[in-house]
Every structure is written in C-alpha cells, then in structure tokens.
C-alpha cells in the first residue's frame, strides 16, 4: 500500500473517531442526572412561565432527539426539530451554544481559555520531555549505578504521586516565595507590560513544575528501560566493534531507536494534557480550559462541557494520527499496510 | 615478535564473576566465576585464515571479543601486531616504542587504531544492522568515525567497493534500502561489507553462517575465502561446524571448556585427530557417501558447568578413552607432527 493510501486511511479513521464522538458528546450530557434550568434559576420566586422562557431560549423544551409527538401527528418538519439537530446544525456552523452560567459565548470562552492552558502545558512538556529523555539515558547508560537507582526511585515516587497533593506539597514549600495561585497579580493588566509579564512567569512557575516533575518520571522511565533495551541489541556491538565510541553509540544507534516508543507516548499524553491539567489548574486556580472544566461541572454548565469535551476529544485524535504517521517516517519496519 | 604472525595470543584468560546473593553471602559461599576462556595460546599468521571449533559455551565467541578490546581479558596477553591489545582495553597505557607505535595513543585512540585494522562479522545478521539505518550508511559509518573519507564521492566509491567485494552488485540496487527489505544471506553480506570498508586486516568472523540457510553459507564462505585471495585479509572464524571449517580454513584449534585441545593444519586434524574429544567430533560429523559407514563415537553427557571445572584434564569425565591419572594432571600440549599439538596424556 502507498503511503498516501495510508495517510488517508488513517485521516478517514481519525474522522469516524470524531463523528462518533459528536454524537457521544451530546447523550453523555442528556443522560446525566440534574435539570440546568434548575441551576440557572437562583431566586425561588421565579414564576412558572418565566421559567419556561428561559427552556424556549435554550430550546430546551424541544424533544432529545426525536420528536414522537410530531411523528403520530404526521407533522414531518417537526419530528426531527429537536435538540439534537440544534446541536449539531450549530456545530457545524462553528457555534457550540452559550454557557448556562455566565451567558457567554463558549467558542469565546475555550478561545479565551485555550492559550493559557497551552501555554502551560507547552512549558511543562518540553521541560519533561527534554528532562526526561535526559535523565532516563544517563539512568540506562550508567545502569546498575547508585545514580541510576536514585533517578529509577524518585521516578516511581513521583509517577506514583497524585497531581494535586504534589501540587500542594510544592505550595507549602514555597509558601511565600512564590505566587500559589491564578495567573497574575490582582491589579496588574497586559497594558503594564514587561511588569505584567514577569509576574505571569513567576505566577507560571509552580503549576509548570508541577506538570514537569510528573511528567517526567513516565519519560525518564519508560527511556530507561528502552534504552537499556537498545542498548542490548546486537547491532550496538557492531557498532562498538567499528570503532564507535560510547558517544557515538549513543547518539548514532541508541538515541534513535529508543526514541520509538517516546513518541507514541510523547503524542498521547500531549493529547491528553489539554484536559490533564485539570488538576494542576484547579489547584493552583490556573485560569485555563481544565479549570473551566471543573467549574463547568460543578454548575452543571452543559454547552461548555460539551465545548471543552469536543476539544479534548479533536486533541487526543489529533495526537493519535500525529503518532500514527510519525511512527512510519522513524521506524522503516513499520510497513503501511 | 616473528614477522609472520598477525596476532598473538598467550595464556589469554577470561573469567566471568557470578553474581553473589545475600544467600551466597550468608551461606559463607566463595564468590565464583565462569571459566569462559581459561588458558589458551595460539598464533595466526599473516594472510592465514584460521578455525577456532567448539561446542556452545567452549569459549570462542569470548576469545573473538577479547581480540578486539570489546571486553577485558582477566589474565594473558593479545598481541595485535607486537601490541598488546590486553593492556589497551585495561586502559593502561604503554609510552615506548617507535613514533608509529599505538602505544603511544591514549586509550580511545588506541582501541580506533585496533579497529580500524581488526574487524568483526557477527553471528546474527538479523539482529546485528541497525534497523533504522540505510545500507549506505552503516556501510559508510565505520569510514565516517574513522575519519577516512572527505567527501561523498570518495564516501560513495568505498562503499560501492565494499558492497560489490562482498557480492552485493550492483551496489546502488542496494545501498538505499533498510535491512528488513533485504534477506539474511543479503544482510550477512552487508555486515560483511560494514567491516570491509575500513580494509582491516583482521577479520573475526564469529560463526557467520549459522543463522543462514545451508545453501547460501557456501557462498558466504567462499566469498571469505576470495577476500583473502583478494586482499590478503586474515580471518579467525569461529564455527561449532566441522564441515564449514573444513571447506576453506588453513589450521584448525579445536576448544574444549575455555581450553585449545588440540590445534594443526586442517586438512591433518580432520584426517588424523589426535584428541579424543576432536576424534569424537570429527567421527559424527555427516559425509556425503552413505555407503561410507564409520565406528561413531558419541560422547555421553553434557559439556561441564564451566563454573566448576572438572579436575585433570578437564574433558575427562566424557572422555571413553580415561584413565586415572587423566583425573589427576592436567595434559600439556604434544607435538603429534610439526605445527600440529594436541593436550591429552594418551599421546
């Protein structure tokens, strides 16, 4: 099979994952338990009919998703005039409907969240990433090392660690060197300029280190072992016999080959940042997507559930493919078929 | 140093420690090690290709590894050429000699100076390529860390040389693919091609046949042969196969358990063994006429633990020909005829 046969197999997959995941993403909210309107509603004198205002601008007075009433009647433009091909006519028009709580836009509210939460997550990867891959080959290459033993134990301790009681831990030890919480100082705005920037790097510190250190224990011990892996393999004798030097084994046979299985990981764990660091922003009050999420949750705030989850779902799809197609330009053994 | 002999070895030892658990430890158990390699001499000559025969575990694959510096030798000498490698891959340096001398390098320079003069063929040709790697580039890597070529075209030239000498033609058929698309007669050949490019003059071949079926190893073997016609390369192939061995090599030394047992011409010790142990091997090893029935001599039980190795000489609880005091001494080498020794106290 050609690569590019290949190539649009796997986009044609990764778009039925999608599709199977609009459809998901709406009945997973209409299942759950707990009437929004309900939570909308603060003052308990509201009136019956204002109540039902509030269903009709929502149009969540219509059917699911299926209209039966309509359907005896023989009312045929009616039947599938239901919340669901509400749902998805506006998705298609880019509108993912308006926060129950805050009344605005969601398409807004991700924009306005996404950066921030990337911003994060970016930082934390990259320090993982090249921290990990670091740590994890001078684990392998001095294996059976006291350093070794070290990087393997405080790998499983922090892999083992919960996000948010390591993100609490690093809050008390840091207490009042370090900002704890939000992105910046109460006060200050983007117009301050350098001050108002180096106060969101100091805000950004803790909850970046927070991902950095737990993502990174899974790198540095996933190439450790696959590195210690490589490094048994019969062609690092060969290139030894060269004349190639522990250097030279290292960036020549062993790096490469021990990065396959870090890119698969690498894809998938960046698919499932963009929602992961819902803990990392809950505790540190990080004000992006994975914060909105959890407030979302609490308020019952389906439109902007259903946003983020779509986001999440495309992210993880996204990072799948990226691995997928990846791995067929690293690994000549993977053969497109 | 006589001029003839490339490479020397002399009461080259290698032993492996086994690990010592706690249990060992609380038992008051002594620490042990493997008798890999446990005494053996033996020369090979300029242009000569030489057959090192043992059964798995004998301890062959560990002389051809010590040869080039890729482990540390626990006792004995290995001179490559008058220098002793032993010393080098201790990393001990020797600052004597002529201004050409190796000794003077520092160690890394030195284990380059040894590689680029001495290479090895790998048993596994399907393990020992790198899977990521063209052809082109792992035949053209040792040239690159080497330091050998300056530029492409003299890059592609050696190459093209060193895959077309060892049958791979013509050699921009091949040089773009990766291993996996290659089979394993065709991958043994790169990895042949890999240790040519550098024109070493010593060839370690350890068993490079015996993962290829039986109907390419001829042309491999031949094509060893002919690079010695060629280039005058000397080889050390190891084998556990009588017949291969036989087919193209000049002497044989026959190993027993970290031990030469018996070493001369070829053609002599297929003929005429000496030892009871080659006399075994060479009594089952198949011919091509059936009508030819032979007395075989099957040897009973295993090779030894080389851990704990047998007192005497140590082939002795197998052997159908001991006697007691084979139990008590260990034999030293007999000359049978000239260049042709074997260690048994029946001689």
């Keep these: ?337 | 140093m006589s001029n003839q002999a490339i490479l020397q070895i002399k009461t080259l030892y290698k032993h492996f420690p086994v690990a010592h658990t706690v249990k060992d430890r609380l038992a008051r158990r002594p620490h042990q090690v493997v008798h890999a390699v446990d005494g053996v001499s033996f020369d090979v000559a300029r242009g000569e290709i030489l057959a090192l025969v043992g059964e798995s575990g004998s301890g062959k694959t560990t002389v051809g590894m010590n040869i080039l510096g890729l482990q540390v030798p626990t006792r004995g000498q290995i001179l490559f050429d008058g220098h002793n490698i032993a010393d080098w891959a201790k990393g001990r340096l020797r600052p004597d000699g002529s201004p050409e001398d190796l000794g003077k390098l520092s160690r890394r320079r030195q284990i380059m100076a040894l590689h680029r003069r001495a290479q090895m063929v790998f048993q596994d040709p399907y393990e020992s390529l790198n899977p990521r790697q063209r052809i082109f580039d792992i035949v053209a890597e040792p040239l690159e860390i080497h330091g050998l070529v300056s530029n492409r075209e003299e890059k592609q030239a050696r190459v093209r040389a060193a895959l077309e000498d060892s049958g791979l033609v013509p050699a921009d058929h091949f040089w773009n693919r990766y291993p996996d698309e290659l089979s394993g007669g065709q991958r043994q050949r790169v990895v042949i091609a890999g240790a040519l490019v550098l024109e070493p003059e010593l060839l370690i071949a350890d068993e490079p046949v015996s993962m290829l079926d039986v109907s390419i190893r001829a042309e491999i073997l031949t094509l060893l042969q002919n690079l010695r016609l060629a280039h005058g390369i000397t080889i050390l192939y190891t084998t556990h196969d009588l017949a291969t061995a036989g087919y193209f090599t000049d002497r044989m030394a026959v190993m027993y358990l970290g031990r030469i047992v018996e070493i001369g011409p070829t053609i002599e010790v297929l003929k005429a063994p000496c030892h009871p142990y080659t006399q075994a091997l060479v009594s089952v090893a198949p011919v091509p006429n059936p009508r030819k029935r032979r007395k075989r001599m099957i040897l009973q039980g295993e090779v030894p633990n080389p851990i704990q190795v047998p007192p005497g000489c140590r082939f002795h609880p197998r052997c159908p020909l001991a006697e007691e005091r084979c139990k008590q001494s260990d034999p030293p080498f007999v000359e049978v005829t000239q260049n042709h020794k074997a260690a048994c106290l029946l001689l």
Excluded: C
């Design chain 1, 1 to 337: 099979m050609q690569r590019s046969d290949y190539l649009l197999r796997k986009i044609g997959f990764a778009i039925a994952t999608l599709l199977v995941v609009v459809i998901f993403n709406f009945f997973l909210f209409r299942i759950l338990p707990g009437d929004p309107v309900k939570l909308i509603i603060h003052s308990p004198r509201m009136t019956r009919e204002a109540q039902e205002r509030i269903r009709v601008t929502f149009g969540l007075d219509r059917p699911i998703w299926l209209d039966v009433e309509a359907l005896k009647t023989g009312d045929l433009p009616r039947v599938f005039d239901t919340q669901f091909t509400a749902y998805v006519r506006n998705l298609l028009h880019g509108d993912l409907g308006i926060s129950f709580a805050t009344r605005r836009d969601v398409v807004d509210l991700l924009r306005e969240r996404l950066w921030r939460t990337v911003v994060l997550i970016i930082l934390g990867e990259v320090l993982a990433i090249f921290f990990g891959i670091a740590l994890g080959m001078l684990a392998a290459w001095r294996r059976g090392s006291k350093l070794d033993t070290g990087i393997l134990l405080w790998g499983l301790f922090t892999w083992a660690m919960p996000t948010f009681f390591f993100g609490i831990i690093l809050i008390l030890l840091t207490r009042g060197i370090l900002p704890v919480g939000g992105m910046s100082t109460p006060g200050l705005r983007p117009d301050d300029g350098w001050v108002f920037w180096k106060d969101v790097g100091r805000h950004l510190i803790l909850p970046t280190l927070t991902l950095t250190l737990l993502y990174m224990s899974e790198y540095m011990l996933i190439m450790r072992s696959s590195v210690v892996e490589v490094l048994s393999e019969d062609y690092i004798l060969t290139a030894k016999a060269k004349g190639l030097s522990t250097f030279d084994i290292f960036r020549r046979h062993a790096l490469k080959n021990s990065m396959l299985p870090m890119v698969t990981i690498i894809a998938l764990t960046l698919g499932y940042t963009v929602g992961g660091a819902i803990q990392v922003e809950t505790v540190f009050s990080w004000p992006g997507i994975g914060r909105l999420m959890f407030e979302a949750v609490q308020k019952r705030d389906y439109p902007v559930l259903q946003g983020s989850f779509l986001l999440l779902a495309v992210s993880v799809i996204l990072a799948n493919l990226l691995a997928d197609l990846l791995y067929t330009f690293l690994d000549p053994r993977v053969k497109p078929d």
